[in-house]
């Protein structure tokens, strides 16, 4: 009975001294299961946790040589004496959560770190969601085991042939990040970063890195944007600052392939029959020198591929043509011809274009020239973009290969950008999630009704251009619908009735639409 109050009074340590931590970054996103706590109902738990851990500490103990400690070179090595202790942990794949997250709670210190190697020997051989669990649980209580289960579980899932595993592990390595409080050394996962393809796992784990302090280069913006459209409504439910990056366009983190009409894709990125277009735009207003590039599949020219660059109007007057038919839009097909305006030229690359060649798209908005790349290898001369030298121009990808075939697209971590250009890639660092607007924080009622307000002004024929930059014309309108919503009319009223109180708002609105928009596609 002793033992059991014994368990007890570490039960509530453990739990007082959780609830007293602050958030770590994706703790309030990817929200964890709520503690059970030792009550009535959970005591026979209780005992029955103080029995599986008298059980299991000989076990533990004796797989660890007096005075040993974990290197990382030994993170995914197997530990001689540990036959009985593995039979043990694979066990865990039954226990209750409850146990599995207390254990490390009841186990001595001398015991950690053995129960710690064989929970990654247990997940070299098979992935378990319960060992998964127990490893994470017991790295924040085991010193300097950190970046040991970190390099043991990133050579797991660099070796393994199996994506089943690989993604069990990646899980735990998420777990493991999020649940430990030492800074880790985040090299020891770059190799892991350039499997492909990336899974969601991986995209996760990258977030979790980013948000620990490294820097991630994403091929697709969805894990990212979805990470900050949970933070928004977090925020926004706790009256809190949002994060910093939503008081302007988000456009830098929401690059993204938008699929036309009739158009079939594999995944995010490749393209089987139809047309694509790049979410962000290389604008002549702004500046600056834009690539991207495709990968012919294998199957090589015998499909029909043109890659190149147009304005709105070709979207939204000829998608169902290839780009480079028509006014808005110029493309080369990959083989011989430039298509202009409709027309064509010759353009011819130094040799015939084969499956796995990498040709890629180059703009000058500076000077409004372009060319295109073979390999790295400019293809011909530069020439004048024969489009509107004002109207933005977009990534557009057209193309008709065999149903077993793709076309990846890249917009961004491409292999051959070319010193001085900047590919479409979503750069996240540690500031992305942690840095907070110094907007005054709002409820999320209040940004409900003023979206409410915003679609009221939409519906009177009032653009939210207009309103953002702070047109007058609207203001007698918008006035007038101010009286159904009480929340929005109280800011304008502290603001001294300045509707112009509303602006950084409006714009935290715009940010969590398109933030939405590139997360739908997870």
């Known amino acids: 009975m002793l033992h059991v109050l014994f368990v007890f009074f570490f039960f509530q ?33 209780a005992q029955a946790l103080v029995f599986f851990a008298s059980s299991i500490i000989p076990y533990v103990v004796s797989a660890v040589p007096e005075g040993s400690t974990l290197h990382e070179d030994e993170g995914a090595s197997s530990i001689s004496n540990g036959s009985s202790l593995a039979q043990v942990v ?141 933070m928004c409504e977090a925020a926004m439910s706790n009256v809190q600052p949002l994060p910093l990056v939503v008081d302007a366009p988000v456009t830098s983190l929401t690059h993204r392939l938008i699929p036309m009409p009739n158009t079939t894709m594999r995944g995010d990125t490749g393209l089987v029959v139809g047309q694509v277009r790049g ?91 372009m060319c295109w790349s073979l390999n790295g290898e400019e293809i011909g001369m530069w020439m004048m973009v024969p489009l509107p030298t004002v109207e933005p121009l977009f990534p557009f990808v057209s193309a008709r290969v065999d149903e077993k075939l793709t076309v990846e697209v890249k917009l961004g971590n491409t292999q051959f950008c070319p010193d001085g250009f900047s590919d479409f890639t979503v750069c996240v660092t540690e500031t992305t999630f942690v840095d907070r607007s110094p907007v005054a924080p709002e409820s999320l009622q209040f940004y409900e009704q003023l979206s409410h307000w915003a679609n009221d002004l939409c519906t009177l024929g009032i653009r939210l251009d207009d309103i953002r930059g702070g047109d007058s014309k609207w203001e007698s309108r918008g006035r007038t619908q101010l009286a159904l919503y009480s929340l929005v009319a109280d800011k304008v009223q ?28 997870l």
């Open 13 to 45: 340590a453990e739990d007082g001294i959780r609830d007293a931590q602050e958030s770590r970054g994706l703790g309030d996103v990817y929200k964890r299961q709520p503690r059970a706590r030792l009550t009535h109902e959970t005591s026979s738990l």
């Open 90 to 230: 694979s066990s865990f794949t039954c226990l209750d959560p409850f146990v599995i997250n207390n254990l490390a709670v009841v186990l001595p210190n001398s015991a950690k770190e053995g129960l710690l190697r064989s929970c990654l020997d247990t997940l070299a051989v098979t992935p378990s969601v319960g060992v998964s669990r127990l490893a994470a649980s017991l790295v924040p209580t085991v010193p300097t085991a950190l970046n040991v289960t970190l390099y043991g579980l990133a050579h797991i899932a660099l070796t393994t042939t199996s994506q089943l595993r690989r993604d069990a592990i990646v899980d735990t390595l998420s777990k493991v990040l999020d649940a430990s409080t030492e800074v880790p050394n985040l090299s020891i996962l770059s190799k892991l970063m350039l499997i492909r393809p990336r899974t969601l796992g991986v995209q996760r784990l990258m977030v979790l890195v980013a948000t620990r302090g490294g820097n991630v280069h994403f091929e697709t913006a969805a894990p990212v944007c979805l990470t900050l459209a949970l």
């Open 279 to 369: 979410s962000s735009s290389a604008d002549p207003r702004k500046g600056g020198k834009f690539y991207y590039e495709v990968v012919v599949p294998a199957d090589g020219m015998s499909n029909a591929i043109y890659m190149g660059w147009g304005t709105r109007e070709h979207e939204q007057q000829s998608s169902f043509h290839h780009v480079g038919a028509d006014n808005h839009s110029v493309a080369f097909d990959l083989r011989s011809i430039l298509h202009v305006m409709g027309g064509g030229q010759e353009y011819h690359p130094p040799r015939r274009i084969r499956g796995g060649d990498v040709v890629g798209a180059l703009l000058d908005v500076d000077i409004n020239q």
């Open 494 to 521: 502290d603001a001294n009735g300045s509707l112009s109180a509303l602006q950084p708002y409006l714009q935290h609105l715009d940010s969590l639409s398109d933030l939405a928009l590139s997360a739908a596609s």
